[in-house]
């Protein structure tokens, strides 16, 4: 999990972020002519943000699994919180997508 967030999701996020900016400065649309650019400049922003700080808890539990076998039990309240945190990606995502 860290591995693949590490060096692969962070850099296409922030690849994202990156291509967003260049195209804005490189076509008729601009940065700062429409509402939906800024919002949507402002959505990959706040999702990259995010996504940096929930490699914290992943790493934690990639490294706590790394060492042994979890139980049922064990890190459940991380275990929630990664789900909840996907979930909430899922939602930005799907509203950058439908808002365009």
Do not use: N
Not at 3 to 15: K, L, Q, T
Not at 20 to 47: E, N
């Amino acid at each position: 999990m860290d591995v693949v967030g590490w060096y692969v999701i962070v850099p296409f996020s922030a690849a994202s972020l990156l291509t967003g900016l260049v195209q804005s400065f490189g076509t008729l649309w601009g940065l700062l002519r429409h509402d939906w650019v800024i919002a949507k400049l402002l959505v990959t922003a706040v999702a990259t943000v995010l996504l940096l700080v929930h490699m914290r808890p992943v790493g934690h539990l990639a490294d706590a699994a790394a060492r042994s076998a979890l139980a049922g039990g064990e890190l459940q309240g991380m275990r929630i919180q990664l789900i909840a945190d996907a979930a909430a990606t899922l939602l930005v995502l799907l509203t950058a997508c439908a808002s365009s």
